[in-house]
């Protein structure tokens, strides 16, 4: 069974910095990506990131290009959202799917 567990969120200011993680158990796949998404209250699920877990291949959303970094540590079977200059609108729930599964999700609250 896949499961996969996000950590990492919390409360910041504006312009802050969050660093998520996402460590995957379960996967059997030697070659598999990992997304992250974001859900804020009364919006749809989008997604923002993702990257293949040789970290070779990566893709950001325009909506955090330039200010959020996907990296992974296939050792670890983790991987990261770095997310720098944080803004109120990034403020949601961030999850990471994978092979199919869903973690349960991670707050991030950015103050203004």
């Known amino acids: 069974e896949v499961q996969l567990v996000e950590s990492g969120g919390g409360l910041v200011e504006v312009g802050g910095s969050l660093r998520l993680s996402c460590t995957a158990s379960?996967?059997?796949?030697?070659?598999?990506?990992i997304g992250w998404f974001r859900q804020a209250p009364g919006k749809e699920r989008e997604g923002i990131s993702c990257?293949?877990?040789?970290?070779?291949?990566?893709w950001h959303a325009n909506s955090v290009k330039g200010r959020f970094t996907i990296s992974s540590d296939n050792a670890k079977n983790t991987v990261y959202l770095q997310m720098n200059s944080l803004k109120p609108e990034d403020t949601a729930v961030y999850y990471c799917?994978?092979?199919?599964?869903w973690g349960q999700g991670t707050q991030v609250t950015v103050s203004s």
């Open positions: 799917l994978g092979v199919g599964s």
């Open positions: 990257v293949n877990n040789n970290g070779r291949h990566s």
């Open positions: 379960g996967i059997t796949s030697a070659d598999y990506a």
